[in-house]
Every structure is written in structure tokens, then in C-alpha cells.
């Protein structure tokens, strides 16, 4: 949705490169989840994060609210990284509605 | 982590013919999700659910009613199917009665209507 704006659309690394995403918010968010969607359409959970930073593996992620925004850190980049990643964010209405970005395409190169 | 079951998994409708898809997820989450997925715009949240009775219209919810008969089982309901309609819905539960709102997905449901 509008309240969730996320780039790069569309980003190309090769193997063992790194680099990062980003999602601003134009409304205040009290959490972020970050989803990688695989080939065959499937959302994986990478990150929940309600304040804070959150590291696994080759991916960390960071959500400010005060400032809106969210990041996701990969390194060392593998070909199976290759996918669509998402945030989705829950507004500060406690109204529970989550709202996602329209993505980033990850292209992994050889 | 939850299991989110939504069937079918593809269909195929008739314009003007009624479809509804079923979503099953197993650990006692209170709040469920439908969203559609069509290129270009992400995941866009149709209806939501805070428990067993409870509907609530997303940001698209023209066209689709939701029932939730059970805290197990949330249904999305196209009354008269347009080809407008064909897309890829996901189901999704969350439990946030501890202030974590961590959702999970379901595999999808390819819908075609033509």
C-alpha cells in the first residue's frame, strides 16, 4: 500500500555480494516482518521486529520507528537468495491491519 | 510455526459463478488475513479477522465477503466471480495477544476466472 514504500524494485548481485533493502513508512508502524516469496510462490518468514536489529545467517535486518523506516542486510549473496522480498508492517492503531511493500525482485547472478 | 492450509489450490470459474476458498490454520491464532497478489502490487489486504464472528474490511474489499465461523476456519466468499477477480489469494494467521503480530502465510490459491 501506499503507507509502505519499498526499494529497489528490482536488484541484481553476484555471488557473494551484498546489499541492502529498504522500506519507509509514511504513517508510524509498531512492528515490521520481512517475507522472502520463493519460485514457487511461497512467503517465508525472514524477520519479525518490533524495535531493534535481528541477525541470521548472511541476513540482518533493522526497524526504527521513530524515523520509519526498515532495512534488510544480505551478504554474501547465494543463488538461492534469488527471489521477491517483502516488508509488511502493522499500523500503530491497534487495529492490527498489516500493510505490505510491493517488493524487490533479487536477482542472484553466477 | 503455524500451519496454514488453504484449498483449493487452483481454480477455475465461470464469470458470474460463486467461488469460495477455505483456509484452515491449526494453532489457535486469533486473527486471520485474506490478501491478493497480482503483479505489480504486492500483497493488498481484501479482509481480516480478529476471532471467531469477526470480519473486518481491509483495503480492498469490493467484491468479497469473509466469514469466520471458527477461530480455525476463515473463508473468502466471491459471490459473482469477475475476471478481474483472477489472481493469487493468500490466507494468513497471527496470534497477538501477546503484542506479537508475526503472521504466516499458506501456500496460496491460483484463482482463474473466465
Known amino acids: 500500500g501506499d503507507q509502505v514504500e519499498q526499494s529497489p524494485s528490482a536488484l541484481s548481485l553476484h555471488e557473494g555480494t551484498g546489499s541492502a533493502l529498504r522500506c519507509n513508512f509514511t504513517?508510524?508502524?509498531?512492528?515490521v516482518q520481512w517475507f522472502q516469496q520463493n519460485s514457487r510462490g511461497s512467503l517465508i518468514n525472514l524477520f519479525y521486529?518490533?524495535?531493534g536489529t535481528k541477525e541470521n545467517g548472511r541476513l540482518k535486518s533493522t526497524f526504527n520507528s521513530k524515523e520509519s523506516y526498515s532495512t534488510l542486510h544480505i551478504r554474501d549473496a547465494q543463488l538461492e537468495d534469488s527471489g521477491t522480498y517483502f516488508c509488511?508492517?502493522?499500523?500503530?492503531?491497534?487495529?492490527?491491519?498489516?500493510?505490505f511493500g510491493a517488493g524487490t525482485k533479487l536477482t542472484i547472478k553466477p | 510455526e503455524a500451519a496454514v492450509t488453504q484449498s483449493p489450490r487452483n481454480k477455475v470459474a465461470v464469470t458470474g459463478g460463486k467461488v469460495t476458498l477455505s483456509c484452515n490454520q491449526t494453532?489457535?491464532?486469533?486473527?486471520m488475513y485474506w490478501y491478493r497478489q497480482d503483479t505489480g502490487h504486492g500483497l493488498r489486504l481484501i479482509h481480516y479477522?480478529?476471532?471467531?464472528?469477526?470480519?473486518e474490511k481491509g483495503d480492498i474489499p469490493d467484491g468479497y465477503k469473509a466469514s469466520r465461523p471458527s477461530q480455525e476456519n476463515f473463508s473468502l466468499i466471491l459471490e459473482l466471480a469477475t475476471p478481474s477477480q483472477t489472481s493469487v489469494y493468500f490466507c494468513?494467521?497471527?496470534?497477538?495477544?501477546?503484542?506479537?503480530?508475526?503472521?504466516?502465510f499458506g501456500k496460496g490459491t491460483r484463482l482463474t476466472v473466465v
Open positions: 494453532n489457535n491464532h486469533n486473527n
Open positions: 504513517t508510524t508502524m509498531r512492528a
Open positions: 509488511a508492517a502493522e499500523e500503530d492503531y491497534g487495529n492490527e491491519k498489516i500493510t
Open positions: 521486529l518490533a524495535s
Open positions: 479477522s480478529y476471532g471467531a464472528g469477526s470480519t
Open positions: 494468513a494467521s497471527g496470534d497477538a495477544r501477546q503484542g506479537n503480530t508475526e503472521v504466516f
